[in-house]
């Protein structure tokens, strides 16, 4: 599957879950554009399917804590891979 494809079945996978709970389409839409990625898409449909939120308002909390642990994650390996090449230049110089 490449990733065009990926997307476009992640994104589909949320927009049947959300239209199926009564929500709107478009919301679905925006969810889909803020997460970022069809894995993390795929973990807010499985969140849909399993914890059956009530509200619009839950739906949109627990995008925001995906999204926010993403971006932990992101600054992680970004902070990780500055520290490696701090240390190659400290042991091996210029």
């Keep these: 599957m490449n990733n ?11 927009l049947a879950e959300m239209v199926s709970r009564g ?3 478009e919301l679905g839409l925006m969810i889909a554009r803020h997460l970022g990625s069809p894995k993390a898409i795929h973990r807010m449909s499985a969140y849909l399917r399993q914890a059956k939120p ?10 925001l804590a995906i999204r926010s642990e993403i ?4 600054q992680r390996k970004q902070s990780r891979e500055a520290n490696a090449r701090i240390n190659e230049i400290l042991n091996d110089g210029l």
């Design 23 to 25: 929500y709107p389409e």
């Design 71 to 74: 971006d932990a994650w992101k």
């Design 54 to 63: 009530q509200s619009a308002e839950e739906i949109v909390d627990e995008m």
């Design 4 to 14: 065009e494809s990926e997307w476009i079945a992640a994104r589909n996978e949320l």
